[in-house]
T-cell receptor, first 110, second 114 residues
Framework: GQSLEQPSEVTAVEGAIVQINCTYQ??????LSWYQQHDGGAPTFLSY????GLEETGRFSSFLSRSDSYGYLLLQELQMKDSASYFC???????????FGGGTRVLVKP | KAGVTQTPRYLIKTRGQQVTLSCSPI?????VSWYQQTPGQGLQFLFE???????NKGNFPGRFSGRQFSNSRSEMNVSTLELGDSALYLC?????????????FGAGSRLTVL
């Protein structure tokens, strides 16, 4: 089957760095996306990796290693507004279907 | 430009009833996908439509169905509702025809089945 594993919860203080790991097993893998979802809100796109390596977008960076079926999202200079759930999602080559991980709830404390 | 619009935002139904949810994608987006989100199962793919054709389907029973109109608006229907169908139903649209790395989600329709 297809599955993506990520930690269920991470707690950190403001200004800290958090890394959310995601390991995947999926056929027809095209790339790995990351989405953020605040409580009561819709998932919003953060980052995407199609190739191995690091993609940096402001305070957030994402990494992919196809050979290890592994990726991570790095949140730097954490702010209170970063408290949310973060989902990794495998993008398949055929059509527009995402397979999501279970989500990591990030709690940022003062 | 307007985002993805889902209606209704909240609804309550009883077991055995049916429900229809609507989604208007971002103008110009021809791909519309539906996801079910529950605390226990997370985000699960229901189906995807592109140019009025269902291209992908998730592992949901036949009670879950959908369609897409020529203007790309989409509806999903759940018949013979069960308590376990209580969930947030999210619609997402994409500009890309395939392998879309960016989906834009609507705010969702929260269904409660009593």
């Amino acid at each position: 089957g297809q599955s993506l594993e990520q930690p269920s919860e991470v707690t950190a203080v403001e200004g800290a760095i958090v890394q959310i790991n995601c390991t995947y097993q999926t056929s027809g893998f095209y790339g790995l996306s990351w989405y953020q979802q605040h409580d009561g809100g819709a998932p919003t796109f953060l980052s995407y990796n199609a190739l191995d390596g690091l993609e940096e977008t402001g305070r957030f960076s994402s990494f992919l290693s196809r050979s290890d079926s592994y990726g991570y999202l790095l949140l730097q200079e954490l702010q209170m507004k970063d408290s949310a759930s973060y989902f990794c999602a495998a993008v398949k080559a055929a059509g527009n279907k995402l397979t999501f991980g279970g989500g990591t709830r990030v709690l940022v404390k003062p | 430009k307007a985002g993805v619009t889902q209606t209704p935002r909240y609804l309550i139904k009883t077991r055995g009833q049916q429900v229809t949810l609507s989604c208007s994608p971002i103008s110009g987006h021809r791909s519309v996908s539906w996801y079910q989100q529950t605390p226990g199962q997370g985000l699960q793919f229901l189906f995807e439509y592109f140019s009025e054709t269902q291209r992908n389907k998730g592992n949901f029973p036949g009670r879950f169905s959908g369609r897409q109109f020529s203007n790309s608006r989409s509806e999903m229907n759940v018949s013979t509702l069960e308590l376990g169908d209580s969930a947030l139903y999210l619609c997402a649209s994409s500009l890309q025809g395939t392998g879309a790395n960016v989906l834009t989600f609507g705010a969702g329709s929260r269904l409660t089945v009593l």
